[in-house]
């Protein structure tokens, strides 16, 4: 290669090389240590004959080692298909669609196995050419086949160039995720630390925010309200925060309301991003806000039919197993339906996820929003179903925290929501979930999430 793609955050270690960079399994690692171990798998994949533009699979979650292992993959020109635990059921799949040669489990014994695949993609090509490093990002969609997006990592890379901010991080969301590839190319590169909590239920996170001063949290609105119903921010010293930001899926308005009290200390900001486009800066009305406005250099918007489109100079290449989804102007039709107030917008959610009841359309976020504020609802997740005469129903899907008879929860419920909602806002049908209604990723799950659940009609 003819520039080191990764020399600014080389920089930053070599200046401060006795600062904390990593904690995980109750480790502390400091930048000396990180740019050891960076070293280490440079040498590595020399020795292993893992040349550039050689398509790799980097298989673990976040340790001193694997950090360590994707920055140098990086360097290398690689082109790296990270897989978190959470991949592994699909792991087989995504080294055949990913067209994967090697793969590189930096805490196995055996940390380097060779495929036997070539990888020959023309997207592939086009990297080689530019002599730069590559990331293949799968979809979280829970149904169909997972679509495969290849990015340019310099141009991801290049944002993070103009330092901002140190923050003591707790990564939530996995390196395989656009959110956590962010999270830990900020925190590097403006010399803060990552800290990687044992699990991720409310207990862990909250012991490790406390344990190592955690400033900044990255997470959900799923998690974020499982958070607050297990009590645990309550039980443990967090002042030490000073941001949480929130985002892959629209965050409904009772959660962020019980946020905003639960944490007065700390910003609550909106992020918005997207595995095909990256992140965008962002910038909220407000702490109690749904408001938020996105964008920032190297990024257009618009909104067209009340759905946003976005051009990035950090847009995907394109997808290995799917036709480009770019306009002809370059701009990615996201899907999500907003509502625009000039430079503000509230994110509403999928456009296919709106429900049409005679006519009326209804947000699923609105009336989750709602069912949330009703006393032992844990999770709720909204979504449509077919009807002969309205067009589509309502249909609520609940997992309560204590134990409830159906039909006198189905009375409790629609009672509360007639005094809330719209008529044609009010569940028709009534679910109740025996399991989780969010994914791995805490992100809540509709119609496609398969239930064992007694419904009414």
């Not at 020795?47 to 080692?65: A, F, K, M, N, Q």
């Not at 039909?407 to 044609?424: E, S």
């Not at 979930?433 to 994914?439: D, F, M, R, V, Y």
């Amino acid at each position: 290669m003819s520039i080191d793609c990764i020399g600014f955050l080389r920089n930053v270690m070599i200046g401060r090389p006795a600062e904390l960079a990593v904690v995980h399994s109750g480790s502390a690692h400091d930048y000396g240590e990180l740019q050891a171990r960076l070293a280490f798998w440079e040498d590595r994949l020399v020795r292993e004959g893992i040349g550039p533009g050689r398509v790799v699979s980097l298989e673990g979650d976040y340790t001193l080692e694997t950090i360590a292992a994707f920055l140098a993959l990086t360097a290398n020109g690689n082109v790296i298909v990270p897989m978190s635990a959470d991949s592994m059921p699909h792991a087989e799949t995504f080294r055949r669609v990913a067209q994967v040669e090697h793969c590189l489990r930096p805490e196995h014994e055996r940390p380097v196995v060779t495929t036997g695949q070539q990888a020959s993609h023309p997207m592939y090509e086009t990297l080689r050419a530019r002599s730069a490093p590559g990331l293949v990002l799968f979809s979280s969609g829970s149904t169909g086949e997972k679509k495969a997006a290849v990015h340019d990592l310099t141009r991801l890379l290049e944002k993070f160039r103009t330092p901002r901010f140190a923050y003591r991080t707790l990564v939530f969301l996995q390196l395989d995720h656009i959110g956590g590839i962010n999270t830990l190319l900020y925190t590097l590169a403006n010399g803060g630390a990552v800290v990687v909590a044992a699990s991720r239920s409310p207990v862990a996170v909250v012991e490790a925010i406390e344990r190592y001063k955690v400033e900044l949290l990255p997470t959900s609105p799923t998690f974020l309200n499982l958070l607050m119903l297990s009590g645990e921010h309550t039980r443990h010293d967090l002042s030490s925060l000073k941001l949480i930001t929130y985002g892959s899926e629209p965050m409904p308005e009772s959660t962020l309301r019980n946020a905003a009290e639960a944490f007065p200390q700390a910003k609550l900001l909106q992020t918005y991003g997207l595995t095909e486009v990256g992140i965008l800066r962002s910038q909220s009305r407000g702490s109690n806000s749904l408001w938020v406005r996105v964008g920032g250099e190297g990024y257009e918007t618009k909104v067209v039919d009340d759905r946003l489109w976005i051009r990035a100079a950090s847009a995907m290449l394109g997808y290995l197993n799917a036709p480009s989804p770019f306009d002809a102007d370059g701009f990615f039709d996201t899907g999500d339906r907003v509502e625009a107030d000039g430079e503000w917008l509230r994110i509403i959610g999928r456009e296919s996820e709106v429900i049409n009841v005679g006519g009326s359309k209804v947000v699923p976020t609105d009336v989750e929003s709602v069912l949330l504020d009703l006393e032992n609802v844990v999770e709720a997740a909204v979504h449509g179903e077919p009807h002969p005469i309205t067009g589509q129903i309502v249909v609520a899907t609940v997992r309560l925290r204590d134990e409830e008879p159906l039909d006198a929860f189905k009375v409790r419920l629609r009672r509360f929501c007639q005094t809330r909602l719209a008529p044609h806002e009010v569940p028709a049908k009534i679910r109740l979930a025996t399991g989780p209604l969010h994914s791995t990723r805490f992100k809540r799950m509709r119609k496609e999430l398969s239930l064992s659940a007694a419904d009414t009609r």
